[in-house]
């Protein structure tokens, strides 16, 4: 099971991956100065099941000069996944609340790559709380359910608050990994 963490920089994609995995010193912690540079894949085992976790660098990070946008991210997932001979199970797309600007995610892109029929029931919204936006998180998931992701929310895209814990990330991968395992 292959799923790719997706979305701006410093949205709690590495994080997540730390949370899930159990290891605090996971290799590409992410770091302001030195953001993931590219497509790191991480195994987890989850009740018996392997999931495989695509870090990619964030949405708008700089790379040679230039800011990286979904597009360049869904390249660089797109030539991990060829060298694999390998397709998408899900995808993960992070949106810090803390975030001034929120990104309107364009990630359609990624359709072409992913394995279920209908590829939004493959997406899960996460919203990530931390700092100074801990406690207001179901106040601006609503925001975000309401404008920013409703477009892929009525497409099948699921929505999620999640809260910076091994269990919370567990729940968030949970519909991923359920839909595509019998008994989970």
Partial sequence: MLIALIGPSGSGKTSFICELSGDPLHPVDYHPIKPTTRVTATTVDMRGVSITLLDTPGIGSLAGGRELSEYDIFCLVRNWLR???????????????GDRRPMRPDIDYFSGICEANNFYSSVILIATESGKTQGTGWTKLREYESD???GMISHGAKLFLYRNTKKSAEEAIGPIVHSHTRGW
């Fill in 148 to 150: 920013l992701w409703r």
């Fill in 83 to 97: 060298n694999k001979s390998a397709h998408l199970t899900g995808i993960l797309y992070f949106q810090s609340m």
